[in-house]
T-cell receptor, first 115, second 117 residues
Framework: AQSVTQLDSQVPVFEEAPVELRCNYSSSVSVYLFWYVQYPNQGLQLLLKYLSGSTLVKGINGFEAEFNKSQTSFHLRKPSVHISDTAEYFCAVSDGPSSASKIIFGSGTRLSIRP | DTGVSQNPRHKITKRGQNVTFRCDPISEHNRLYWYRQTLGQGPEFLTYFQNEAQLEKSRLLSDRFSAERPKGSFSTLEIQRTEQGDSAMYLC???????????????FGPGTRLTVL
């Protein structure tokens, strides 16, 4: 069965500092991985996704993630965060052969940016 | 606005009452999904449709829950005899089916927050 584990429930960082949000996955088949962001009082928005190809995936708002098959990880990074990046971030895996399948989400990491 | 819309945005009800939520997907999307998100957790899959056919239901969807998509466009999620444990954010998403051309990414609506007193 597919699953994802987000290792940190909260990550506080200072503005303009780099950040890494950690995610490990468990899958017995081909992996389709996602990072979604949920801003306060808003719906989920796709940041980036990995379906195949290059293991370094670039997303919106300056975020990127690296798929590491040997470590079963898909960590999210940003070199310099802004106050507007304050949000909840969810790592997720598709339970099927595409994005249009049941998605299994992690428990989320709350990113708080300090000025 | 051509995104996924959900109504109502908030619903407060008393235990034992029935509630119904509506989701309007992006117009060219034939897949529609329902998820539930409780406080401090990630969304959990409930069910999804392709056109009017319900293709998969989670074990989370007890007999008190029913979802429909009668004409393959909007969908409704009904909860009968609500319980306090049903309090959560109910999220709807839509996507194209795989191979239909274009991205098959799921796009989420803003959610309906249910509070059962």
């Amino acid at each position: 069965a597919q699953s994802v584990t987000q290792l940190d429930s909260q990550v506080p960082v200072f503005e303009e500092a780099p950040v890494e949000l950690r995610c490990n996955y468990s899958s017995s088949v081909s992996v389709y991985l996602f990072w979604y962001v949920q801003y306060p009082n808003q719906g989920l928005q796709l940041l980036l996704k990995y379906l195949s190809g290059s293991t370094l995936v670039k997303g919106i708002n300056g975020f990127e993630a690296e798929f590491n098959k040997s470590q079963t990880s898909f960590h999210l990074r940003k070199p310099s965060v802004h106050i507007s990046d304050t949000a909840e971030y969810f790592c997720a895996v598709s339970d099927g052969p595409s994005s249009a399948s049941k998605i299994i989400f992690g428990s989320g990491t709350r990113l708080s940016i300090r000025p | 606005d051509t995104g996924v819309s959900q109504n109502p945005r908030h619903k407060i009800t008393k235990r034992g009452q029935n509630v119904t939520f509506r989701c309007d997907p992006i117009s060219e999307h034939n897949r529609l999904y329902w998820y539930r998100q409780t406080l401090g957790q990630g969304p959990e899959f409930l069910t999804y449709f392709q056109n009017e056919a319900q293709l998969e239901k989670s074990r989370l969807l007890s007999d008190r829950f029913s979802a429909e998509r009668p004409k393959g466009s909007f969908s409704t999620l009904e909860i009968q005899r609500t319980e306090q444990g049903d309090s959560a954010m109910y999220l709807c998403a839509s996507s194209r089916e795989p191979g239909a051309g274009g991205t098959d990414t799921q796009y989420f609506g803003p959610g309906t927050r249910l509070t059962v007193l």
